[in-house]
């Protein structure tokens, strides 16, 4: 339907409805927000609300029931692997030793 030019389509889409769309891909809606503000404002007071990805049982099967961190759901265990993370793995020790 989109072909390579995805970009450009969705600009055209922006240009006509606004930066803030809603577009049902198949079963799954995916929001689109085409302005550097309003992602900004989405990020900062919603990010909770969109963080999460649709669950699918392939990927449950292959990562551990969710327990890796570019795919867990929201919540304490996520917040703990993050930090981890961050403090252990992406050290700046760490980072330079890589």
């Not at 292959?62 to 692997?81: I, T």
Request: net charge positive; glycine share 6%.
């Amino acid at each position: 339907m989109f072909g390579s030019l995805l970009h450009c389509y969705l600009t055209q889409l922006s240009k006509k409805h606004g930066p803030v769309m809603l577009l049902q891909l198949g079963s799954v809606p995916v929001l689109v927000v085409s302005s550097a503000e309003v992602a900004r404002e989405v990020l900062k007071t919603h990010d909770h609300v969109f963080c999460n990805r649709p669950v699918l049982e392939g990927f449950k099967k292959h990562l551990y029931n969710f327990k890796d961190v570019a795919l867990s759901p929201y919540g304490e265990y996520w917040r703990q692997m993050r930090k981890i993370c961050v403090l252990v793995l992406l050290s700046v020790k760490n980072v330079h030793s890589f």
